[in-house]
């Protein structure tokens, strides 16, 4: 079935560790890419997206994700995170067959500790 | 910064009752979304609306569920006779673009809790 995946659930790490999560999605075509965050007790924000050209996309807050198309994933990365980064990571997909559609990942809950 | 408001923030509610939830989509947008998410589970898509009408819906969007457009405002999913499985964070989203191309906006969610 096509699908978006999110390897990882849950993810602790300590403040200035690297992140990074992985995305993978299964459609076929031309395809949109964001990464949304939900901080506890807030709503889903965009964080970053990809539509086309450079693959590597930089987003708010020292986010950063890469397009890789031969392997179909959209894998998010921030180099240095602090205590303000725990919170939900969702990846998601919109396929131009689909109009504005988002298809979620399961979502991966980091957990910075201080 | 122009943001997606719904309300109730949370609502309880009986198995078999009527729900209606209510979302003021980002003023110039033109397409409107009902997602949900049940607890420990994916963001899963329910409904789209453009121009006065559904453009898409999912298979949980079945004949218990309606949208509506009431006035140049507010949007609303009504969940006609609630059912345990209901229960959920259902988030609203407007975009102002289509095709693939937009942002979603999303609203800060409505707790739903069906006894």
């Known amino acids: 079935a096509q699908s978006v995946s999110q390897h990882n659930h849950h993810v602790i790490l300590s403040e200035a560790a690297s992140l990074e999560l992985g995305c993978n999605y299964s459609?076929?075509?031309?395809?949109?890419l964001f990464w949304y965050v939900q901080y506890p007790g807030q709503h889903l924000q965009l964080l970053l997206k990809?539509?086309?050209?450079?693959?590597l996309v930089k987003g708010i807050k020292g986010f950063e994700a890469e397009f890789i198309k031969s392997k179909f994933s959209f894998n998010l990365r921030k180099p240095s995170v602090q205590w303000s980064d725990t919170a939900e990571y969702f990846c998601?997909?919109?396929?131009?067959?689909?109009?504005?559609?988002?298809?979620f990942g399961g979502g991966t809950r980091v957990l910075v500790k201080p | 910064e122009p943001e997606v408001t719904q309300t109730p923030s949370h609502q309880v509610t009986q198995m078999g009752q009527e729900v209606i939830l209510r979302c003021v989509p980002i003023?110039?947008?033109?397409?409107f979304y009902w997602y949900r998410q049940i607890l420990g589970q994916k963001v899963e898509f329910l409904v789209s609306?453009?121009?006065?009408?559904?453009?898409?819906k999912s298979e949980i969007f079945d004949d218990q569920f309606s949208v509506e457009r009431p006035d140049g405002s507010n949007f609303t999913l009504k969940i006609r006779s609630t059912k345990l499985e209901d229960s959920a964070m259902y988030f609203c989203?407007?975009?102002?673009?289509?095709?693939?191309?937009?942002?979603?906006?999303f609203g800060e969610g409505s707790r739903l809790t069906v006894l």
């Open positions: 989203a407007s975009s102002g673009l289509a095709g693939g191309t937009g942002e979603l906006f």
């Open positions: 459609y076929g075509g031309t395809v949109n």
């Open positions: 990809y539509f086309s050209g450079d693959p």
């Open positions: 998601a997909v919109t396929r131009k067959a689909a109009g504005n559609k988002l298809t």
């Open positions: 003023s110039n947008h033109l397409y």
């Open positions: 609306f453009y121009n006065n009408e559904i453009s898409e």
